[in-house]
């Protein structure tokens, strides 16, 4: 059995009397794409960080591709590709100059390089564009380009903060895209933070909830919703009485409810058979016109586990 | 040395790029050009003979170092790319001295423009008939100092652009630095007025000479030590 991509012990940063990481413990299997969300300020870019040996840890450990960060650091950035909360592009020197400097950071040799950087400028769709300073680009051209340096050197697992942030929908897709195609046929591994709920549900094989330092939750999208949100019925029609609502609410599963615009929302605190709730509406003299049971979303489970810590 | 070679080839095609920075690379070039013309035309053939131009060329080297060093760490705190380069392969030591040799080389291209129009100006305005070279302890006296001053401050503005947010911060301060050694020194020939001549006198003495070089030459060390021993990429990060 392969070792994981990433693991991480009881991790611990305090920044002064602020824990900024506590107690974070989380494995990634290679090959995989696991998403980190979690409010700002949460502890997600400490996280990288320190995956990073950028930062020492105040106790526990990380492995990062088997290597411990606190003894193997320049093993680990040499095999890592990252692309941090900022593009760390140099405004004054052109893309292929930016890319040149990261080949040879990376030790490319000439021809493998020079051949590498019109690979990766070809396929972001910038190539044409190789000769201008990325300081006069749009913030999604740097940041597709700040990618492609994350790539140069065929690393084994990708640590991205944001990788989205800032670019427009069809320039988001393409790297969602290409991210998906990394995983899926080249076996890379990658770790990204995001507040972006859609692109979390549908990029990552597993997703890992952080506040405050601490993982509230990691499972894979589908079952987080399962397992960590309120599903709800909404129920459009007429006479909601003030009898009807107290009928409702007498049932333990039912969490809250709401009415407003003819429709009448029910919260639960587990999963639900809708008819007898309809049968208990009707004999309540309720008129029901259309009942939708909704799937609580991603966002639901974040804001239910992050409003639970408060 | 490869990395080293690395950084310092970044460093200089960054050098003088962004808007205005040709008019300000000639305006850098200005100064130690006048200095030299006007020293070498004004010392004739002492110029290349005696050495002359050590004090002209060794201001070059520290001017050419204030004016790059503030950029290294602070320049890349500023502009959000300090955080990418540590999550590189380079070693610390690469960074830093990649950082380090490009200042302390461009004030040393500079050492040798100074002398290099001094000589062609001293040739021009005081021809002897024959083609006058400079001594090879002249140029070696003074490329040495030159060195050593270079690497001296250098370091210390190294250091000082560490821990500066902005290179606006390290520049004040590495310019407010610099100044200290020079104006005590003033206030000190001023008050001793006799014994500093007296102490000029047994400099110009061949050991004295040697007793500074090396003594300048220990400070360097010591503070390139301290240097490396101060460069860490997590507190560079908490700054």
Same mark, same amino acid.
Not at chain 1, 194 to 200: D, P, S, V, W
Not at chain 2, 10 to 27: I, P, S, T
């Given at each position: ?36 969300? %979690?409010?700002?300020?949460? %502890? ?15 106790? %526990? ?10 003894? /193997? ?22 893309? /292929? ?17 020079? @051949? ?15 000769? /201008? ?43 969602? /895209? @290409?991210?998906?195609?990394? *995983? ?15 692109? @979390? ?7 890992? *909830? ?6 509230? @939750? ?19 029609? %007429? ?6 609502? $107290? ?42 016109? $259309? ?7 991603? $966002? ?11 | ?8 080839? &970044? ?5 003088? #790029?962004?808007?205005? !920075? ?23 053939? #002492? ?29 890349? #705190? ?16 690469? +960074?830093?001295?990649? &950082? ?28 002897? !008939? ?26 210390? !503005?190294?250091? +000082? ?20 050694? =020079? ?11 006799? &014994? ?9 003495? =061949?050991?004295? !000479? ?18 490396? #021993? ?10």
């Amino acid at each position: 059995m392969r070792p994981p991509a990433l693991r991480t012990e009881a991790l611990t940063r305090d920044f002064g009397a602020i824990r900024a990481i506590d107690s974070l413990s989380l494995d990634v299997p290679q090959g995989t794409l696991f998403g980190l969300l %979690g409010p700002n300020g949460a %502890g997600k870019t400490t996280t990288i960080r320190l995956l990073l040996a950028l930062l020492q840890p105040t106790s %526990g450990r990380a492995e990062v591709l088997g290597l411990d960060t606190q003894k /193997e650091g320049q093993q680990i950035r040499t095999r890592v590709g990252a692309l941090l909360e900022h593009t760390g592009l140099y405004e004054q020197l052109t893309a /292929e100059e930016n890319l040149d400097f990261f080949g040879r950071v990376w030790k490319l040799p000439h021809a493998a390089r020079r @051949a590498r950087i019109e690979e990766l400028l070809r396929e972001i769709g910038l190539w044409d564009r190789r000769a /201008e300073p990325v300081g006069k680009w749009s913030k999604g051209m740097r940041q597709r380009l700040a990618l492609a340096r994350a790539l140069l050197h065929h690393p084994t697992l990708l640590l991205l903060d944001e990788p989205t942030a800032g670019l427009d929908v069809v320039a988001a897709s393409q790297v969602r /895209e @290409a991210l998906t195609r990394m *995983v899926r046929h080249d076996g890379l591994t990658v770790v990204l933070t995001t507040h972006n709920m859609l692109e @979390a549900e549908r990029l990552c094989d597993t997703l890992g *909830v952080i506040r405050r330092g601490r993982l509230v @939750a990691v499972d894979q999208p589908d079952r987080l919703r399962a397992n960590h949100a309120a599903p709800c019925l909404e129920i459009r029609g %007429g006479n909601f009485s003030t009898s009807v609502q $107290e009928a409702i609410r007498l049932r333990e599963e039912v969490t809250s409810i709401d009415v407003s615009n003819g429709t009448l929302t029910i919260e639960f605190d587990r999963p639900i058979d809708s008819s007898p709730i309809v049968r208990l509406l009707i004999e309540h003299g309720a008129s029901v016109q $259309e009942v939708l049971k909704r799937t609580p979303s991603l $966002e639901d489970v974040f804001l239910a586990l992050t409003e639970d810590e408060e | 040395m490869s990395d080293i070679m690395t950084v310092m080839r &970044k460093e200089r095609q960054m050098l003088f #790029r962004y808007r205005g !920075g040709r008019m300000r690379f000639v305006l850098t070039l200005l100064s130690p050009l006048l200095l030299a013309f006007y020293v070498s035309w004004s010392s004739g053939v #002492r110029w290349v003979e005696q050495p002359v131009p050590v004090f002209p060329c060794a201001l070059v080297a520290v001017l050419a170092v204030i004016i790059v060093v503030p950029e290294t760490f602070a320049g890349e #705190r500023e502009r959000h790319t300090l955080e990418t380069l540590l999550a590189t392969r380079l070693g610390d030591a690469s +960074i830093l001295f990649g &950082k380090l040799g490009l200042a302390v080389a461009f004030s040393m291209i500079l050492v040798g423009v100074v002398l290099t129009l001094g000589l062609i100006t001293a040739n021009i305005f005081h021809w002897q !008939g024959e083609l006058l070279l400079y001594t090879a302890q002249n140029l070696t006296v003074t490329f040495t100092v030159s060195l050593l001053m270079s690497v001296l401050v250098a370091a210390v !503005g190294v250091i +000082i652009s560490l821990g500066s947010e902005t290179v606006q911060e390290a520049t004040q301060t590495l310019a407010g630095v610099v100044l200290v050694p =020079p104006i005590i020194l003033g206030m000190l020939v001023l008050i001793f007025r006799r &014994k500093f001549v007296y102490m000029l006198m047994l400099a110009g003495r =061949p050991i004295s !000479g040697l007793v500074v070089l090396l003594t300048f030459t220990l400070i360097d060390v010591l503070l390139l030590a301290e240097l490396r #021993r101060r460069f860490h990429r997590s507190r560079l990060l908490l700054d």
